[in-house]
């Protein structure tokens, strides 16, 4: 008898495991204390200790990066994956376009919205099941369509990681399901999502708490897998994702008044440790950083660059004493650690010979801002002159004044 039990219990695990082994994170067994998590103060000026592998989190306005931790690691994005593809069809097709189910998507596993082999549905509806269902079946659906295959979007996918400078990133499925060759960084992945963002239909999307629709003939709502959104103040997306090699991931844009940042947290064991980390991280950025206006440190060092030129260059073939200007940033304002020590400095790199052939507008130096030894900004300095070259005469009275 015991045999038998334990028989029929090891079928019973084989049976189940493979409707799970590829689950995305919409699970319905591990959101009961979920919420008992939002209580947690964190309110410390000190970092927050992490538990997840890899993480990113990076200020939309200035790309700066405000924490991080092995964040340019390659490692396996698992849903996450679907932020690229998701763009991708915003950019290469349009929300009214009706695609037609294939077998091929209609038989993959994992997270599923539950799509059906020659089905029609919308690419409204596609991109809504992929981002808040997390559907791999919206994925391949979308990458059929656009491209014709998968292996064909990926080549899609690959093309625009490269367009972006995403030097350590490779895709090779729309959905994100495990594969060596499927890989991102933490930071990667926030550069990415901060190009997806500034799509507002993305953002409408990723923003969707449940979305309602007709499937297979009957009213369908799904709910949105992110458990930070609509739980944490000022949080707006995006993704959330589970491999059993990514582990937990989630992809969180938030922002409160001025300070808008992106936190990507790869590879925790669990789902709370994403959550957790991800939310302790968000407090922490909007406890302890604000813009800080960088303009007057920057002026004041180019001020004094007349002294170091009237002290350090030679001019060749020319007499006229070169004026400068100082190229004018998109931005001067950038996140810092107000509670902690906050120290500007600067240095100047210019050239140390002037000679006619320079014209008015070539760049002749940079000058660079730190904090703490940390650099905040790069502008470039231009010759504000043309300078002139000295005539027959000038060299004439010069060989006069060596007589006298």
Sequence with gaps: MKILKKFLALLLILFIFPSISFADDYSYNDDIEELEFFKVS????????????????????TLSILYEKSA???????????????????????LSKIVTISKNAASI???????????????????YGLMLRSGNDCAIAIAEEISGSVENFANLMNKK?????????????????????????????????NY??????FKSIVACKNYSFTFDGYSKTINNTNELL??????????????????RCLVSACKRNDLDIIVVVLGANTKKIRTQDSYNLINYIFNNFQYVNVSKSINESFSNLSNYINDSIFLEKTTDIPKFKLETLNNYEFPLK??????????????????????????????????????LCE??????????????????KEIFKIFK
């Design 230 to 247: 609509g739980n944490v103040s000022g949080v707006y997306g995006v993704k959330t994702g589970f491999t059993f090699d990514a582990g």
């Design 161 to 193: 990681a490269k367009e972006l400078k995403l030097e350590n990133t490779n895709f090779v499925t729309p959905h994100g399901l495990d594969d060596s060759n499927h890989y991102t960084t933490a930071y990667e992945l926030a550069l990415l999502t």
């Design 379 to 396: 502008a470039k300095i231009f010759l504000d002159n043309n300078l002139s070259r000295n005539s027959f005469i000038f060299y004439l």
């Design 42 to 61: 964190n309110s410390s000026t000190e970092e927050p200790i992490t538990n997840s592998k890899h993480i990113a989190v990076i200020d939309r306005k």
């Design 338 to 375: 107000t509670n902690g020590e906050i120290k500007f400095s600067t240095k100047i790199y210019t050239n140390k010979n002037y000679s006619y052939k320079l014209s008015a507008g070539d760049e002749v130096g940079k000058l660079h801002l730190y904090n703490n030894g940390i650099l």
């Design 72 to 94: 340019n690691e390659k490692t396996p994005m698992a849903s996450t994956t679907k932020i690229m593809t998701c763009i991708l069809a915003l950019e290469n097709s349009n």
């Design 109 to 127: 596993h994992g997270s599923r919205l539950g799509l059906k082999e020659k089905m029609q549905i919308s690419m409204q509806d596609l991109l």
């Design 196 to 201: 997806a963002l500034k799509n507002e239909t």
